[in-house]
């Protein structure tokens, strides 16, 4: 059973989702905005200077991003499953 | 006999108030909140900590990262609206949640206050539209130089119609909030993103990294004011009040919530250094997300009118949140015997807190009046909200550890991670929170740097505590009630209520399964055992 993008310390499953929602279309938007931003934010700081403040913020971008697709994909898993159960 | 009534009104009180909010309409709501944070905080945090200004921002983020664990911790477990005050009090007792709740008080007011002179200042963004110039109503009095009238007039015009709306009960609703937070999350986002698509320039960002990093002072001022683009957590349990299953919509929307705020503090402050110098947001400390929106290649002649439209009507609301937290606060305080009845009047046909409403109102308009007399009226005001906010955090912090070892069987949906083990000499076992301690590390420190680097609010803030003080032992002892003590309440039956109607009937049951366990293990019969 995929788990919960949240992991285990929220403990309480919710219902897995029945449609495709804005919440959704936001959590992909976020992901595919966040990573590409990361990845130029690091490598256009860091061609002219390491600096705190670039690999802070574009690890935080790609990890944010990542972070934001997995929660989308995981919804898809859910219902994906829940889906499966109905048709059972 | 009148601690059940109360029990029952109070119960009452809060099925009326629970609507259905979604874990997106928690999530758009807490960020109609907190995401308007980043309209004042932009220019403040910049000008103050120049070149270093991301770094303040992530150092601030970080321990706003813990503090938003806490409270997602707390909120779910204790889904009440009264928010630090209510933890305190559980936690700590009767003083300790008198203090909290005037922390919290103070920064309301501030809310209303900053907010409001913030939002009248992205309205001002459109004046040269108008052909018309700020600078022009500036005027001076005796000592006190560059005094605008007519930005002064705006805010105390809305402060006064904000009182008029709430007098008369009129509130937005969760689905404005919820528009209005996906509204400004979209623009907030694209703003980032095209920013650093169109216009970003990493060389300024470094340049102004290496050569107009502050010096540590000016840093740890910048630092400190950083944490008020995070505050605003309180709606985290005001949300919890209004959510059904708040134990578990909150941690899911909480969380997402601290995250998205957290990278856009980050976003905005490495955006904005890379487009223009430290030097022009501290110029345009009033409308700052517009300024730096309107230089945006093709896209700025739209997207900073936009930005300054949103940003009047996202702080407005913002300024709102600051007299319902107010009214609603101070309301809890009085139900709790902290503070007179008096505040408790309801207006005999609106049925709304009009005392407390208007009585606020009138601080937040001699504040705003106060800190338009200073050299930099927002920066005066971000001032007293850093105090106001690090102080309640601490207390935040610190009922969230005592009550792991005074409560260890209200159940908790979620719990802050890191933590140990301990068992206790009884048998029970208690989870000692690492990161609260951190927490409450990390958020001690900014209080201290508010207590060193802020001038007005060093003075200001403890005066208003001890004012405050003042009028709570006045009042207890007229009461015949403890001062340093506290009035004996029954913490179970009302969490009881509590969670039923937020119809967490599962959590009811695992938490008076606790009890009973609990009371067989002391040898006595449990009230809440089914034979009883």
């Known amino acids: 059973m995929p788990q919960h993008p949240f992991g285990k310390a929220q403990g309480r499953p919710l219902p897995p989702p029945e449609q495709f929602t804005a919440a959704d279309i936001i959590h992909i938007g976020l992901g595919l905005t966040m990573i590409p ?19 802070l913020v574009g690890g935080a971008f790609i990890a944010f991003g990542a972070h934001r697709l997995w929660i989308a994909w995981s919804r898809y898993r859910l219902y994906r499953q829940g889906k499966r159960e109905k048709a059972r | 006999m009148s601690k059940n009534h109360n029990s029952t009104f109070d119960t009452a009180e809060r099925v009326e108030l629970r609507r259905d909010v979604t874990i997106w309409g928690s999530y758009t709501w807490g960020y109609a909140d907190v995401g308007a944070d980043i309209y004042v905080a932009l ?51 009767d003083f300790a949640g008198f ?141 919890a009040q209004e959510t059904r299953r708040p134990a578990t919509v909150i941690p899911r929307t909480s969380i997402a919530l601290i995250f998205t705020v957290f990278i856009l503090a980050l976003g905005f402050s490495t955006v904005g250094l890379g487009i223009l110098p430290w030097q022009e947001f501290r110029a345009h400390e009033a409308d700052p997300v517009a300024y730096l929106a309107s230089h945006i290649p093709y896209l700025g002649v739209v997207a900073g009118p936009f930005a300054a439209f949103l940003g009047a009507t996202i702080l407005f609301i913002s300024s709102n949140t600051g007299v319902m937290g107010d ?46 007399l200073t050299p930099r ?88 505590i001890l004012i405050c003080l003042l009028y709570y032992v006045i009042f207890r002892r007229r009461s015949g009630l403890p001062v340093l003590g506290s009035v004996s309440h029954d913490w179970e039956q009302e969490q009881i209520d509590v969670l039923t109607s937020a119809e967490e009937f599962d959590l009811v049951e695992e938490y008076k399964q606790a009890l009973i366990h609990r ?6 019969k449990s009230r809440w055992s089914e034979e009883s």
């Open chain 1, 37 to 55: 931003l990361g990845v130029a934010i690091l490598v256009r700081t860091l061609s002219i200077a390491v600096t705190v403040t670039g690999v």
């Open chain 2, 43 to 93: 220019g403040l945090v910049i000008g103050a900590a120049q070149g270093g200004a991301p770094l303040a921002f992530a150092l601030a983020g970080l321990v706003y990262i813990m503090i938003g664990l806490a409270f997602t911790e707390l909120a779910s477990s204790y889904p009440v609206a009264g928010g630090g005050h209510y933890y305190s009090l559980r936690g700590l007792g």
């Open chain 2, 99 to 239: 203090l909290a709740g005037v922390a919290l008080l103070l920064d309301y007011t501030i809310d209303i206050a900053l907010f409001a002179t913030a939002s009248t200042g992205y309205i001002n963004f459109f004046l040269p539209y108008l052909g018309i110039r700020l600078q022009d109503f500036a005027v001076a009095f005796g000592p006190f130089q560059n005094i605008n009238l007519l930005w002064l007039g705006e805010t105390m015009a809305m402060i006064t119609f904000l009182r008029w709306l709430n007098v008369r009960g009129i509130r937005e609703s969760s689905r404005v909030n919820e528009v209005l937070g996906l509204v400004d999350l979209i623009m907030e986002m694209s703003v980032v993103a095209f920013g650093f698509v169109l216009a970003w320039r990493p060389e300024l960002l470094v340049q102004q990294w290496t050569l107009e990093f502050p010096m540590p002072r000016q840093f740890m001022y910048g630092f400190s004011l950083a944490i008020i683009s995070f505050v605003g957590l309180e709606s985290i349990s005001q949300a």
């Open chain 2, 327 to 372: 009214s609603r606060l101070i309301f809890s305080m009085s139900h709790f015997r902290l503070v007179s009845r008096w505040f408790r009047h309801v207006h005999p046909k609106h049925r709304t807190p009009s005392n407390a409403i208007v009585g606020f109102g009138w601080v937040g308009i001699v504040l705003t009046i106060i800190a338009f």
């Open chain 2, 377 to 464: 009226v927002l920066d005066t005001l971000a001032n007293l909200y850093a105090f106001g906010a690090t102080f309640g955090y601490m207390l935040v912090f610190t009922s969230l550890i005592r009550l792991r070892f005074s409560d260890p069987y209200t159940p908790r949906p979620y719990k802050v991670p890191l933590n140990i083990k301990w068992k206790r000499k009884d048998g029970s076992a208690v989870e000692v929170p690492v990161l609260g301690f951190l927490g409450l590390l990390g958020v001690s420190s900014i209080f201290l740097t508010v207590i060193i680097t802020h001038e007005i609010g060093r003075i200001v803030g403890p005066a208003w």
């Open chain 2, 519 to 524: 009371d067989r293990a002391r040898g006595i």
